[in-house]
């Protein structure tokens, strides 16, 4: 007999509390070799984020293949397991994974790009071979339209706006007071009194002066801007601490880390609702590790520009949960968090119950993190790759996609819940196990009403 609020496909014995409850779980299939396909043509703040924990590895994910996954070979850890296999997804074969590589790589050549069928098959999944996530997120995310004969010239102009923004908007005063100077000398008609050794000074305003106490001085301005610039400067810091991309002495790190942080202070700058928000630097991430390993030189030379407008188009869809001043409201993330709990007690009322009136556990203590960061904290870096394919994929956008998977996280660990108190579910849940990535968004997608 089901359980009440509970829907007929959760009822398997994937579910009960009895039988054999042991799963062997992989975070993905193995990487196949890639189909003889044409090459791709290449594009020429209260209630804040708190630090997020740190999943270690020992390596990089490398690029072109697959990065190393994490696995888990006892479902005891979090009590998901299927005696006879029911409700599982199904596992994708190799040939399978070869077919769906072939036609993505198929459709990306097309002269107009069907982005249907790309949604469909970028929800399953996508390879790093030849380029194809970052050709894909680009325009999953509008960066680069379906016409593919508007890809360079699209391109060029993004390129050359951000540049103009890293000039404007990354100049310290001195040096834009310098280049007045500059341009006004060269416009005057005054002859230049050469070798009297006495150096030129230029005439400073009172408003322009660093010690001007004057809200519209560009000092003042400046100053304010840097107590930004340090916290994106101590967040860049902490980025994946764990991977030599973004951590540690060398050239490349170092010019990895500025790029974020120019990233993040131009947003900050042109966004002066939302500014920074400690966690934008872990979205970010994930956006310019692809784009930056890009095989093709030209589009990773650009990784930094590409970057920031696919920064920009997803923050767009996520900002109210950044802006302190809707915290509270109707779009704020309290009531992001309250639709998750609704969602939760839709499809499964026994365990909303148990967390919500029995243990008494705020979903902010643990929905909190994984909606602002969108679950980059918890799963490994490739697996966080895995699940914005289907983020980003989804025709609905990325916000009622990334809740299903939340209420998913917590059925899959239903039973081990179940059985816990207020602290060993909370602690469960603010450290989520190794699971199943494909099998999880397998569960998310049966979620849809």
Not at 66 to 72: A, F, I, L, Q, V
Not at 351 to 368: C, D, G, M, S
Not at 378 to 405: K, V
């Amino acid at each position: 007999m089901a359980k009440k609020g509970v829907p007929d496909w959760l009822n398997s014995s994937m579910w009960s509390t009895s039988g054999d409850d042991r799963l062997l779980r992989h975070s993905s299939s193995a990487s196949v070799s890639p189909p003889t396909v044409e090459p791709i043509p290449s594009p020429s703040p209260p209630l804040r984020v708190p630090p997020p924990s740190v999943k270690t590895a020992a390596t990089d994910p490398p690029l072109p293949a697959p990065p190393p996954m994490k696995t888990e070979t006892n479902d005891q850890r979090n009590g998901s397991g299927n005696g006879g296999g029911e409700g599982r997804a199904p596992a994708a074969s190799p040939a399978e994974d070869v077919s769906r590589q072939a036609q993505i790589m198929a459709e990306l050549s097309k002269k107009v790009i069907n982005m249907k069928e790309l949604r469909k098959l970028a929800s399953q999944g996508l390879p790093d071979h030849a380029g194809i996530r970052s050709n894909v997120w680009k325009l999953l995310l509008g960066y680069l339209p379906p016409d593919r004969s508007l890809w360079p010239s699209e391109l060029a102009k993004k390129r050359s706006q951000y540049k103009q923004f890293k000039e404007e908007l990354l100049m310290n005063p001195s040096e834009i007071s310098r280049r007045l100077d500059k341009s006004k000398g060269s416009a005057s008609n005054e002859p230049k009194t050469e070798g009297s050794g006495v150096l030129s000074r230029s005439e400073i305003t009172h408003e322009d002066h660093p010690l001007s106490l004057g809200t519209t001085s560009m000092w003042h301005k400046f100053f304010k801007d840097s107590e930004t610039m340090e916290q994106i400067d101590r967040d860049v810091m902490r980025t994946h601490p764990d991977m030599h991309f973004f951590s540690g002495d060398s050239v490349a790190t170092k010019s990895n880390q500025d790029a974020l942080k120019n990233i993040l202070n131009i947003f900050a700058k042109l966004n002066p609702g939302i500014r920074y928000v400690q966690g934008m630097n872990e979205i970010l991430a994930p956006i310019f590790y692809i784009f930056k390993n890009d095989p093709d030189g030209g589009n990773s030379a650009h990784a930094e520009s590409d970057a920031f407008f696919c920064f920009v188009e997803l923050m767009s869809g996520f900002r109210d949960n950044f802006c302190q001043q809707l915290d509270n409201s109707v779009v704020g993330i309290r009531s992001t968090i309250t639709r998750l709990s609704q969602l939760l007690k839709e499809h499964d009322e026994e365990l909303w119950r148990h967390l919500e009136v029995t243990t008494k556990i705020n979903p902010q203590f643990y929905a909190f993190r994984w909606i602002t960061l969108l679950l980059t904290q918890e799963f490994n870096f490739a697996d966080s790759l895995r699940i914005w394919d289907t983020l980003l994929s989804d025709p609905e956008g990325p916000q009622e996609t990334l809740l299903r998977i939340c209420c998913a996280m917590l059925i899959l660990v239903r039973r081990r819940l179940l059985a816990g108190d207020f602290t060993s579910d909370l602690k469960l849940l603010q450290n989520y196990p190794p699971t199943n990535i494909s099998h999880m968004l397998y569960v998310a997608d049966k979620l849809r009403n």
